[in-house]
Structures are given as C-alpha cells and as structure tokens.
C-alpha cells in the first residue's frame, strides 16, 4: 500500500520560509519521479515542481522559478520543496505525487501522477 505524508506546512509572513517534506512508503521510490503541486478552493490543481528519479532533472511552474526549490533523497525515500521569499499567493494546500518512470518536460499534469498525499496548508500572510 502507498503511502505519501507531507509535513512542515504552517503560516508564516510574506517573504519568509517554509520546508515542505514528503515521506512516501509502499514502492520503489527511485522508480518515482515526484513532484509538488497546490491548490486552493475553487480552482484546480496546479502544478509547483517535479524531480526526476535520480534527481538530476528539475521543473518549476513560472511562478515560483527561482524561489522554491526541489530535492529529493532517495536513501530516505523523501521529497522536500524548500520554499523563499514567499508571497501571499502561494497560499495553498500543498500536495506531494509520484510519477511511475521518468520526467519528461510536459510532466506538470495532476494526470501524470499516480499517487498522491493528503496535502499540507502554506498560509503566507501580508
């Protein structure tokens, strides 16, 4: 059974700093390209970043290129989004995924992805 649990969401002020973190459980980690996506209500799910399996390929949606960044240990089967200079439109529920096989650059669709987490909410406050 897969398991993905996010952790490290909170409230913190704009232009501040959070770690999300993800472990997974029930597959072959490595197998997995992962990747990070938020939400909030009303609309759909958008994507944030994606790692490939081995780490070396990296995504970022526009809006948080150059402020967020994705990693991943494969050792303790973790993804982590370290997020700076947080505005208050990255306030969301944030969402871990996995991708069986390899990150191709159109990777950003909630389609793309198997399995998912239960979401940690990010409030970046004005």
């Known amino acids: 059974q897969v398991q993905m649990v996010e952790s490290g969401g909170g409230l913190v002020q704009a232009g501040g700093s959070l770690r999300l973190s993800c472990a997974a459980s029930g597959l072959t980690f490595s197998n997995y390209a992962m990747g990070w996506f938020r939400q909030t209500p009303g609309k759909e799910r958008e994507f944030v970043a994606a790692i490939s399996r081995q780490g070396i390929i990296t995504l970022y949606a526009d809006s948080v290129k150059g402020r967020f960044t994705i990693s991943r240990d494969n050792a303790q089967n973790t993804v982590t989004l370290q997020m700076n200079s947080l505005k208050p439109e990255d306030t969301a529920v944030y969402y871990c995924?996995?991708?069986?096989?390899?990150?191709?650059?159109?990777?950003?669709?909630?389609?793309?992805?198997?399995?998912w987490g239960q979401g940690t909410q990010v409030t970046v406050s004005s």
């Open positions: 995924a996995a991708r069986d096989g390899p990150l191709y650059s159109n990777s950003r669709g909630i389609y793309d992805y198997a399995y």
